[in-house]
């Protein structure tokens, strides 16, 4: 076994190097087990793709020392390239072969003068990676002149706008000048005018001290007057105090005997006496069984806990409710006469506590029969009539309410809110409602 390298003054190249493990690796894969050499035995068992990457020095080393490992390398390139092969033992380089494979297959074929060829196409590739490098190079120097031009045009492009923001900011300057100028000549007229208004008061001052002189002896004289006026009215009162008793017992007689007239005529006409309250005009399908003008003095957002009751505390308060707007929202998950028996249930114990009006409206559009609600005492039951919703009732009772009654909404309808604040009452969350209610 002689030295594969023998008669080579220089290392392979690199190339070459790479293309002659790679062929090896190829070889030592397919080679059987007993005649891989011992030290690629480990190499020879790595997946293909890593075998040539992780073993190279390895095999490059057993080329180099083991003959019969490269001459079973030589025979796979022989297998491959014939003709390259053959040529090579002719002493013939083809012109168009690659300097890789020629040098590669004259390093593992070892044909006469293989270490010549070898140098041969180590020439070639120096040859060929200077011109590469050259034409690189010069491709990097275009590209900086084309750089460099592209500079020069947009430094040209800078410095013509440059000069135009100069030519401006001189304009502008001149402008300022002027302005100031301008100004420093109305702050000088303006000292003057302030000059002759400072003299102007100084004069009106004079006046009004001679004037107030003159007031307080008049105002003096006036008091004197009204001490004397106030005497004759204080006068005058006791002695219509004095008559007025007799005509106070007059009118009393009067509005008693015009009090019974009234009752004993509505009798007579048979007038109805039921309707007590303007909400109890309003046109509603009632059950089987029977803007806020004056705001709190402090004012609340809609959503502000302490708004209800400050609303509740107005005196004459009307609270109209959306009634399934409030069971759904707090309720929802029971059945709708569950929701209003609850709701019902709530609203006797805040009556009971505030003693406002309350009036609860339902929607009565789709009720095929008539609903039984037990009302606690003080709570007006509405079902509005078939065609008709609850938000257009709730609207009829806030404009049958006299202008200027305190009147609050509860309902979470934006669309009734919007509306009936329009109306002059105030809309409620029916959230605060439901907090109360739990609280009562």
């Not at 005058?236 to 008793?245: D, L, N, T």
Request: glycine share 6%.
């Amino acid at each position: 076994m002689s030295s594969a390298g023998e008669g080579l003054s220089r290392p392979l190249p690199e190339q070459v190097r790479l293309n002659v493990v790679d062929l090896a690796a190829q070889v030592l894969g397919s080679m059987p087990a007993a005649t891989v050499p011992p030290p690629l035995r480990g190499i020879a068992k790595f997946d293909p793709r890593k075998r040539a990457r992780l073993g190279g020095a390895p095999i490059a080393a057993q080329l180099e020392n083991d003959k019969d490992f490269r001459v079973a390398v030589a025979e796979h390139v022989t297998a491959g390239w014939p003709e390259l092969v053959s040529s090579l033992a002719e002493g013939n380089v083809p012109p168009a072969a690659d300097p890789v494979l020629v040098a590669a297959a004259a390093y593992l074929t070892r044909p006469p003068g293989w270490e010549e060829m070898i140098e041969a196409a180590r020439t070639d590739l120096e040859r060929n990676a200077a011109a590469a490098e050259g034409a690189e190079r010069e491709e990097v120097v275009s590209r900086l002149r084309e750089q460099l031009a592209a500079q020069k045009s947009a430094a040209k492009e800078e410095v013509d706008r440059l000069r135009e923001q100069l030519k401006a900011a001189r304009g502008e300057n001149s402008d300022l000048r002027r302005k100031l100028h301008d100004a420093r000549e109305r702050a000088k007229a303006a000292v003057q005018r302030a000059e002759a208004m400072e003299q102007t008061a100084q004069d009106a001052r004079a006046a009004a001290t001679a004037a107030g002189s003159a007031g307080e002896t008049e105002l003096r004289r006036l008091r004197e007057r009204l001490a004397d006026v106030e005497k004759q009215l204080e006068a005058s009162r006791r002695a219509a105090r004095e008559g007025r008793s007799i005509e106070d017992a007059r009118i009393r007689v009067l509005l008693d005997a015009l009090q019974d007239a009234s009752a004993g005529l509505r009798r007579e006409l048979a007038l109805p006496t039921t309707i007590s309250r303007p909400a109890d005009s309003v046109a509603a399908v009632a059950g089987e069984t029977p803007g806020v003008r004056g705001v709190p003095a402090r004012a609340l957002a809609d959503d502000d806990p302490q708004l209800l009751d400050q609303l509740l505390a107005l005196p004459q308060v009307h609270l109209i409710i959306d009634g399934y707007n409030v069971t759904k929202t707090g309720y929802g998950t029971l059945t709708l006469a569950d929701q209003r028996n609850r709701l019902m249930t709530g609203l006797g114990g805040l009556v009971a506590q505030t003693r406002v009006e309350v009036t609860v409206v339902f929607d009565g559009a789709e009720l095929n029969a008539p609903v039984q609600v037990v009302a606690p005492r003080g709570v007006r039951v509405l079902f509005s009539a078939p065609g008709e919703i609850a938000d257009d009732l709730i609207r009829q009772l806030v404009r049958a309410e006299p202008p200027g009654r305190a009147m609050a909404v509860v309902s979470s309808d934006r669309e009734v809110a919007e509306s009936v604040r329009r109306m002059g009452a105030r809309p409620v969350p029916s959230a605060l409602l439901l907090r109360r209610l739990g609280r009562a």
